[in-house]
């Protein structure tokens, strides 16, 4: 089995709190953490310009639905916690995620952005039926990492496990959320694309 680009669809330290909507925004300079946990209640987080996150994490909860991550800069987070009860955490730049993207509660909608995971440790963590990650556009979650010969690989525990005798190279993982049409019937809300650097007698399966 070769896979060009595959698409399987399926069926079937310091806080900034309030209770009223508020911003950190960065817009000169930078800001760099220097302690392990920042939590943002009820927050918009704004990069203008440079934001180092060491080896921290940055928590975002609260009740508000309308609170997002956004800004001209792209920003990269070291672990990324979206806590935010039964609502919506939204998506309005591009992002990196090194380390861990934790859900614990509610849902991060990345409307038309992208998550890109990192190569060596990215993942995700703690998605179930009430608390995941979707988007109401085209955002995707990306993954790039080296395959050879994989067993049962979960690139990122993004959810579909890829096996191979082959040595696949530097592959692109992506996971979108947007329902496609198979006939008369229609996709859950959820696809995935995997694009292998080598693509030559992979005899290569996928499991989702």
Do not use: C
């Amino acid at each position: 089995m070769n896979i060009k680009t595959f698409i399987m669809l399926l069926a079937v330290g310091a806080s900034v709190l309030s209770h009223a909507q508020s911003y950190l925004t960065i817009n000169g300079g930078q800001v760099v953490m220097t302690g392990n946990v920042v939590v943002l209640e009820n927050t918009n987080f704004v990069n203008d310009a440079t934001f180092e996150a060491q080896d921290g994490t940055v928590i975002f909860k609260g009740s508000d639905n309308s609170n997002s991550i956004s800004g001209t800069n792209a920003t990269a987070f070291n672990n990324l916690t979206v806590d935010k009860s039964s609502e919506t955490l939204w998506l309005a730049s591009d992002i990196e995620v090194d380390k861990e993207l934790e859900m614990v509660s509610g849902i991060f909608d990345l409307d038309s952005y992208y998550v890109t995971l990192g190569t060596d440790f990215g993942t995700l963590i703690g998605e179930d039926s009430a608390t995941y990650i979707m988007a109401s556009d085209s955002g995707e979650i990306i993954k790039v990492l080296a395959l050879d010969a994989p067993n049962s690989a979960n690139p990122g525990n993004m959810g579909i496990e890829i096996t191979s005798t082959q040595n696949l190279g530097s592959t692109t993982v992506k996971r979108g959320h947007v329902a496609h049409t198979i006939g008369s019937e229609t996709a859950i809300e959820r696809y995935f694309s995997v694009e292998p650097t080598n693509n030559t007698d992979l005899e290569a399966t996928v499991k989702l």
